[in-house]
């Protein structure tokens, strides 16, 4: 079953206003750090995710089901186009 999200927004130019808001509805960091470096390796491109920031436990756990879930489709659609491993 895949996560089920609310999309919420907060139309503000005001940085201190949104964290605020942000930090309230979510008890999450405000600031996360995702990095994808692409290498290649013997002519195929290796993918390496670093998603710095998120604290143990629960939200580790959502955010790396999340990613799995995102490259599993990604490698469905790559192996449907006779591109995948």
Avoid at 13 to 31: C, M, R, V
Avoid at 32 to 53: F, M, N, P, Q, Y
Avoid at 63 to 72: I, L, M, P, Q
Wanted: a positive charge; aromatic letters at 8%; hydrophobic letters at 45%.
């Amino acid at each position: 079953m895949a996560n089920q999200f609310v999309h919420v927004e907060l139309a503000t130019n005001g940085p201190a206003k949104a964290k605020t808001f942000y930090s309230i509805l979510l008890d999450w960091p405000l600031e996360l750090l995702i990095t994808a470096t692409l290498e290649d390796v013997k002519g195929k491109t290796r993918l390496t995710l670093r998603h710095k920031g998120l604290l143990a436990g629960e939200m580790r756990e959502m955010c790396a089901t999340g990613w799995n879930e995102s490259f599993d489709k990604l490698a469905a659609i790559l192996a449907r186009e006779g591109k995948g491993p």
